[in-house]
C-alpha cells in the first residue's frame, strides 16, 4: 500500500501539488489532468524519485524520505520518453542492466533477461543496438527492463504518448497483463475505462477520486 | 556507430580483457620501433595480420573499410606531411601504423559486446581504486557514451531539420544553443532512469 499524507512539493517558489492525503491500494490507479497539473510530479513522488518538500510518502511502511533506495526496488517506474531510460547500447545489456544493479548472480540475470526477451517478442533483437529500435519497440524493451527487476508497484508516466495506434494498443496490452498493481498517467481516457480508481488532479490537488465510469466524464467535461 | 557483429568465431570468443591486452601490445610495438625500415616491416605485418583476422571473424570487406572511413581525411593530410618531409617510406609507415591499429581496435569493438568490454575495462581498473578511481562509473560512462551519441546525432539532425524548414541554415550558434538545451534535459531524465532502476555507483 502506498500512503501519501499531507504531502505538497514546491519547486523553489512554484507550488505544484497542495496538501495530498491518499491511500492507494487498487491494482489499477489512473491519474489523469490538464498540462502542468502535477501528475509527472506526483508519480516521482511514488518511488522517491522526488522527496515531497511537505508531508510524507510511505510504501508497505518504508518512508521515501529515509528509505529511498530500498522503495525503488519495490516501485518500478516507466518513463514518457523510452529513448531517455534505455541507458545500454545493446537491447539485452540493457534488460540486464537493473538486475545487475539488484546484485542478482549472473545466471539468475541470463535467465530473466531470456524470458523478458521472449514475453516481449524482442529475442530476434537481443544483440540489437538499441538506437536502432522503432518507438514501439523501445518503449517495449524499456517496459521489460523495469519488469524484469519484479517490482511489486509499476508506475508507468504517459507511457504511449509518443507510440502510433499498433503500438499504443500493445503497450496497452502488456500493461493489462501485468501482475502487479500499476499506477498508470494518461492523457488516452479509453485506455483507461477498464482501471479500478481515476484520480483527476487540477493545479496540483486531486479534485475528482472515483470510479472511471463516474470520473472520466466529470472529467471531460471539466475540461471542455 | 560501430555495431556488434555477433558470432562464434575464435575471435567473438576470446575473452574481451585479452583483446584489449593484445590491442595495446599491438600498439606499443608498431609505435616503439626505431629503425625505420624494421617498423615499416612491422606495420605491414600487422595489416595483413589485421585483414586475416578480419576474415577469421567473418566480418564483410564492407564493414572494415567503414571502420576507416572516419580517419580518411586525417591520414590523407598525415600522409602528405610525411611525404614532404621524409620521403615516402615514412608516408607509407603512417599509413600501415594508423591502419592497422585503427582496424583492430575496430575489430575489437566488432566482436565483443559493449557489456563485456566495460566489464573487462572494470576488471582491469580494479588496481586504480586505491588512487580513486572507481571502475564501475568509468564503465557506466563509457556505456553511456555508446549509448547516447546516435542519440545525440539524432537531436542535432532534427534540430537541424526543424531550422531549415523556418529558412535558418548553417548558423553554428542557432543549432548549437537548442541541441544543448535538450541534452540537458535528457540528461536529467537519463540520470532519473538511472537512479529509478536501482544504479548504486559504490556497490560495484
Ligand atoms: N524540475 C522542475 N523544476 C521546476 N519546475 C518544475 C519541475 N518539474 C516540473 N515543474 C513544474 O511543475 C508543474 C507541474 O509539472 P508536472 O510535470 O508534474 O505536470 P504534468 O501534470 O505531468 O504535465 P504534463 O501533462 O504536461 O506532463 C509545471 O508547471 C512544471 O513547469
Ligand atoms: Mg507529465
Request: aromatic share 4%; with cysteine; charged share 20%.
Amino acid at each position: 500500500m502506498i500512503e501519501i499524507r499531507q504531502v505538497g512539493h514546491a519547486f523553489g517558489e512554484r507550488v505544484v501539488l497542495r496538501d495530498l492525503t491518499l491511500d492507494l491500494t487498487e491494482r489499477r490507479i489512473a491519474v489523469v489532468g490538464g498540462n502542468g497539473s502535477g501528475k509527472s510530479t506526483f508519480a516521482r513522488l511514488l518511488n522517491g524519485l522526488l522527496v515531497p518538500s511537505r508531508g510524507h510518502v510511505r510504501v508497505d511502511g518504508l518512508d521515501t524520505r529515509r528509505d529511498g533506495k530500498a522503495v525503488r526496488r519495490k516501485v518500478g517506474f516507466v518513463f514518457q520518453n523510452p529513448d531517455n531510460q534505455i541507458v545500454l547500447p545493446g537491447v539485452a545489456e540493457d534488460l540486464a542492466f537493473g538486475l545487475r544493479n539488484l546484485g542478482l548472480p549472473k545466471d539468475e540475470i541470463a535467465r530473466r533477461v531470456d524470458e523478458a526477451l521472449h514475453r516481449y517478442d524482442l529475442q530476434a533483437l537481443a544483440d540489437h543496438p538499441a538506437h536502432l529500435l522503432s518507438g514501439g519497440q523501445k518503449q517495449l524493451l524499456a517496459i521489460a527492463g523495469v519488469l524484469a527487476m519484479a517490482p511489486d508497484i509499476i508506475v508507468l508516466d504517459e507511457p504511449t504518448t509518443l507510440l502510433d495506434l499498433r503500438n499504443k494498443r500493445r503497450i496497452a496490452q502488456a500493461i493489462d497483463a501485468l501482475p502487479q498493481r500499476a499506477i498508470l498517467v494518461s492523457h488516452d481516457l479509453a485506455f483507461l475505462e477498464g482501471v479500478d480508481r481515476v484520480l483527476v488532479f487540477d493545479e496540483g490537488r486531486v479534485v475528482i477520486d472515483d470510479s472511471p465510469s463516474v470520473a472520466l466524464p466529470a472529467y471531460e467535461a471539466m475540461m471542455s | 556507430m560501430i555495431p556488434y557483429v555477433p558470432g562464434e568465431s575464435p575471435v567473438h570468443r576470446c575473452p574481451p580483457g585479452r583483446k584489449i591486452l593484445a590491442l595495446v601490445a599491438a600498439g606499443t610495438v608498431l609505435f616503439a620501433l626505431p629503425r625505420l625500415d624494421l617498423a615499416l616491416a612491422a606495420a605491414l605485418l600487422a595489416l595483413a595480420a589485421t585483414g586475416w583476422l578480419y576474415r577469421v571473424a567473418g566480418i564483410p570487406g564492407r564493414l572494415m573499410l567503414a571502420q576507416l572511413r572516419p580517419l580518411a581525411w586525417i591520414l590523407a593530410v598525415l600522409v602528405l606531411v610525411q611525404l614532404a618531409l621524409d620521403g615516402w617510406q615514412a608516408g607509407l609507415l603512417v599509413t600501415a601504423r594508423l591502419s592497422a591499429l585503427v582496424l583492430l581496435a575496430g575489430l575489437v569493438t566488432l566482436t565483443t559486446r559493449s557489456s563485456d568490454l566495460i566489464e573487462a575495462l572494470q576488471r582491469g581498473l580494479v588496481w586504480a581504486k586505491p588512487l580513486g578511481a572507481n571502475p564501475a562509473k568509468v564503465g557506466l560512462a563509457i556505456a553511456l557514451t555508446l549509448r547516447f551519441i546516435p542519440v545525440l546525432a539524432a537531436i542535432a539532425a532534427e534540430v537541424r531539420e526543424a531550422q531549415r524548414a523556418r529558412g535558418l541554415e548553417g548558423s553554428l550558434v542557432a543549432l548549437t544553443v537548442p541541441v544543448v538545451v535538450r541534452m540537458l534535459k535528457m540528461s536529467d531524465d537519463i540520470a532519473a532512469a538511472i537512479d529509478a532502476r536501482s544504479y548504486d555507483p559504490d556497490r560495484g
